[in-house]
Every structure is written in structure tokens, then in C-alpha cells.
């Protein structure tokens, strides 16, 4: 039979699902309370910004009640979230990246002895280097680290010129200070590699008592010690550079005899190094920068005579394959280091027929040129100073 009417002594005061509610003594549906409501219209609400972690889905706004800031995440990778701010402030969240945006850092080096001054200049505006702090020690041939708050410098040579040391300094990105000591390498070492993954510093190579071929690596969140890892360089190598991409860190080159090797290794499995490609020219101690996209090779010293490059080479972390011409720096020199924009790679210092430089270069990633003169750093300074960005 058909039920054509329903009447109100029919009804439950129930709660279930697939239940008909019934409505109050002013013909209203009961009151309830908002925490029930699965979509509530307008923004997540909190006292805090978002962070990486947060794990909102995309489109998700988020207001920071206490500053007034929103935010829109675009992108809701897991514990990877990017948080756009689109109102007027600034400082939008989302993973570490090795490219900086702000500084770029040079620290130590050698010229006429070791150094410690830490020197910064702008990425946004060209120009001269600050000296903002000073390493532990005067240091030189050492490699050079950066995570989002902290550069870090590995190994390298003290006073006098033929003592090694282990020790890794750190110094703040955000407050212009003196470097700190963070730890200790596994071993004594001078001329290694340095790449930076979002988790550790990488301390590739190097030359002991001899050239080495293994790898060591230590934390950028948390500090302390080295751990040698597992995984070892296709050969030993010295006076090679260092490249990040976001999985893979690159030792390439090196000196003793010039390589032109390009090797890459794991950041995610710390498994051996893997031989992808060739530079060039074989040569070593020059500078090593990074877009997202692609590694760069500038500077350096090869067989030639005088023993200096000014070549810049890149290749793709897309396809192993060899390098291939991008430029050359506004000079010759060997020595060098580099510095990482997002959109320019930078390369300072260096060693110049009968010179300690003190120029600061920057070039385009994405266009084949002459790097330009950009600015001076404090000093020249040679002999692989350390180079870092934020």
C-alpha cells in the first residue's frame, strides 16, 4: 500500500543516517552544532602561517588570524605542500630548494694565507660583498654546503698551509655572525666535492694522503658528526665540483690527473656513483652551479698553459649525456667557487695570471653568453673559498 501522508507522530528524534528529520515546535530543523559540518564555507582558520606539512588539500585557503596573512595551497604533495600567499605579504611556504633567492656567501679561501672572512652580496641587486662573520679558523679547500638556514664548510686546509682538518663549521643565513663548529668529517681532508640534498650535506672525494674516492655525508637539520656511506665515487678524485640537483648530487671533474668525468650519485639511496657523461675539456678546482634543471661548469684549471679556464659547460639532470657549451666567465681563473640563483649562476674569486681575483660573476641560466662583472668580494681570495646561497 502507498503512503500518501506522513504524519508527525511518525517521526523519531533521530540522528542515523538515511533517517527523515523532524522539525522542531516552530517548524524549523533542530539547531546543530558547526563542528559537524564536513564543508564549511571560507578559509581554514589558525593562529600560525601553513607549513610543508600541513597536507591540506589543494585549493585549501588557510588565514593566519594573528597577522591577517592567507593562503592558498598549490600544491598538496605530501609533507611537500607549497602555500601560496596571495595577499600583499610575502613569504610563501613550500620546500627547501638548493637555488637561493636572497644572498649568495662566500667564505675562506687563501691569499697570501688562509682565510675566515664569511663575505655576502645580493642576488636582488648586483653589486659589492659585505663581510659579515668569520669561520672558526682561516681555512682553504675546503666545500661548501647550504640548507634553508645555514651554510655549512667541510674539510679543507688550515694553518700552515699543510694541515688538514675534519671539522665542519656552520654559520646562520639569518643573523650576520660568526661560524659556529657543527661536527667532525670521518676523516681529514682537503679538495672534496660539496652537494647539499634537503636533508644533508654530501662531502665527495677529496685528497687525504692520497686521492679518495669515498663519500660522506651529515646532517643540515640536526647537526654532529659525518657517517661515511655506502656508496663510493666511480674513482678517486680531488680537486673536483660539486653540483645538486633535487635528487642527485654531481662530482665532476678534478685535477691530478684533469678529469672530465661527470659522475652522479642518489641523495635517496646513498648507492655508488654512476658515470653519465663528459665534460669537454678534463680540468679542476672551478666553480659548480645548479638550476633546477641543469648543472654548469665554470672557471677551473686544465693542461693548457697558463693552467686556466674560463669555459661554461652544462648538462641536463633530465637525460645523461656529455656537456655542451653555455659561455665563459669574464676571465681565466682556477680556484673559484660558485653561488646558485634561480636564475643566475654566480662564480667569485679565483686565481688570475699572477693574481688573487676578487670579482664576483654572474651569467643566465637559460641563455648562452659572457658572464658580466657584477661586483667585488671584501679580499681576493682563491684556492677553492666555499661557496653557499639562500
Known amino acids: 500500500m502507498a503512503i500518501t501522508k506522513i504524519d508527525s507522530s511518525m517521526l523519531e528524534d533521530v540522528s542515523g543516517a538515511d533517517n527523515l528529520v523532524k522539525l522542531d515546535a516552530n517548524a524549523k530543523i533542530p539547531a546543530g552544532t558547526g563542528a559537524n559540518l564536513l564543508n ?7 593562529a600560525s602561517d601553513p607549513t610543508k606539512t600541513s597536507n591540506k588539500a589543494a585549493g585549501t585557503e588557510w588565514l593566519n588570524t594573528t597577522s591577517g596573512e592567507m593562503y592558498v595551497c598549490t600544491d598538496a604533495t605530501t609533507d611537500s605542500n607549497i602555500w601560496t600567499n596571495v ?8 620546500p627547501w630548494e638548493f ?10 679561501g687563501h691569499f697570501g694565507s ?3 672572512v664569511i663575505d655576502k652580496f645580493s642576488f636582488t641587486s648586483d653589486g ?15 666545500c661548501g654546503h647550504s640548507s634553508a638556514t645555514y651554510g655549512y664548510v667541510s674539510g679543507g686546509r688550515g694553518v700552515p698551509y699543510a694541515t688538514l682538518n675534519n671539522s665542519i663549521d656552520k654559520f646562520s ?24 640534498s634537503t636533508t644533508h650535506g654530501y662531502v665527495a672525494g677529496g685528497l687525504g694522503g692520497s686521492a679518495v674516492a669515498s663519500v660522506q655525508k651529515f646532517s643540515t637539520s640536526s647537526g654532529g658528526n659525518a657517517s661515511a656511506i655506502s656508496g663510493v665515487l666511480t674513482s678517486a678524485r680531488r680537486g673536483c665540483a660539486g653540483v645538486s640537483s633535487p635528487t642527485y648530487g654531481y662530482t665532476v671533474g678534478g685535477s691530478g690527473p684533469y678529469s672530465n668525468v661527470i659522475e652522479k650519485m642518489n641523495f635517496s639511496t646513498d648507492a655508488n656513483a654512476t658515470d653519465v657523461g663528459d665534460l669537454s675539456i678534463a680540468r679542476g678546482s672551478f666553480a659548480g652551479n645548479s638550476s633546477t634543471t641543469e648543472g654548469f661548469a665554470g672557471g677551473g684549471a686544465d693542461a693548457g698553459t697558463p693552467p686556466g679556464a674560463n669555459q661554461i659547460e652544462k648538462w641536463s639532470f633530465a637525460s645523461d649525456a656529455n656537456a655542451t657549451s653555455h659561455g665563459n666567465l669574464s676571465r ?7 653561488q646558485s640563483a634561480t636564475a643566475y649562476g654566480y662564480t667569485s674569486g679565483g686565481y688570475v695570471p699572477n693574481t688573487y681575483s676578487n670579482i664576483i660573476d654572474k651569467y643566465a641560466y637559460t641563455s648562452n653568453t659572457t658572464a658580466t662583472d657584477v661586483g667585488d668580494m671584501t679580499e681576493g681570495r682563491g684556492d677553492r673559498p666555499h661557496g653557499h646561497q639562500v
Open 173 to 196: 643565513f639569518a643573523s650576520d655572525a660568526n661560524a659556529t663548529d657543527s661536527g667532525d668529517l670521518v676523516a681529514t681532508i682537503t679538495q672534496p666535492a660539496g652537494q647539499s
Open 87 to 94: 595577499g600583499d605579504g610575502s613569504g610563501n611556504v613550500q
Open 114 to 116: 688562509q682565510k675566515d
Open 40 to 46: 564549511r564555507p571560507g578559509p581554514f582558520s589558525s
Open 99 to 108: 637555488q637561493g633567492t636572497a644572498y649568495g656567501y662566500t667564505s675562506g
Open 128 to 142: 659589492n660583498a659585505t663581510d659579515v662573520g668569520n669561520l672558526t679558523f682561516a681555512r682553504t679547500e675546503g
Open 332 to 338: 681565466e681563473a682556477y680556484g673559484v667557487c660558485g
